[in-house]
């Protein structure tokens, strides 16, 4: 694979799965497993993920029993209960490449051309240091871009402030925020029941 200037390349990038917490707006389902087009969410999300040479499953500790036969390496929260920033964390910790490619699991619009897309770019610009995260129409979206191993001060250092909000890290980082078109599928979060139904 082609490497940047600074000597990194799509294969240095693994591919990360955020689940939800506990669902409570989809009555307690999973929405790694809910169906769109006959497949569920986390094949959808995993295909588009698969320009990485990995792809992992972020979780809560019961995490390897719960996702067992979705056959990806998972990784347990290092610190339950802090939300998508204690699963980055946790990744960033465990995981063998230095860089992830982050995308909720509420997510299953997204396709390999969107993230080829950003980890392009991000490739290009050469800053291996730097959070870079999208934006469609007038909204960021925390979790869909690419976090840096060197990442981990900064949120530890919000950890222990018992600030866990992503938006505040993002404002914190200085990450460079790269602008999509306002249609583009990564604005589409299925969160409720209602917007479930809607995709359907």
Known sequence: MEKAATGFGKEDIGGYILTGGKSRRMN???KLFLDY???AFCDHIRRALG???VVYLSAAPDGQK?????????VA???PGLGPMGGIYSGLLS???PWLFVAACDMPLIRRETVDRVTDAYLEEGD???VTVVRSGDRVHPLFGIYPRTAVPLMEEMIREGNYRMRDFIARSEARVLSLEKDSPVGVNI???EEYQRLR
């Open 128 to 130: 291996g240091d730097r």
């Open 37 to 39: 087009q006959g497949e």
């Open 77 to 79: 929260d290092v610190l």
């Open 66 to 74: 719960r996702y067992a036969s979705l056959g990806l390496p998972v």
């Open 191 to 193: 969160n409720t029941e």
């Open 28 to 30: 307690g389902r999973d």
């Open 95 to 97: 995981c063998r490449e």
């Open 51 to 53: 320009s990485f040479p």
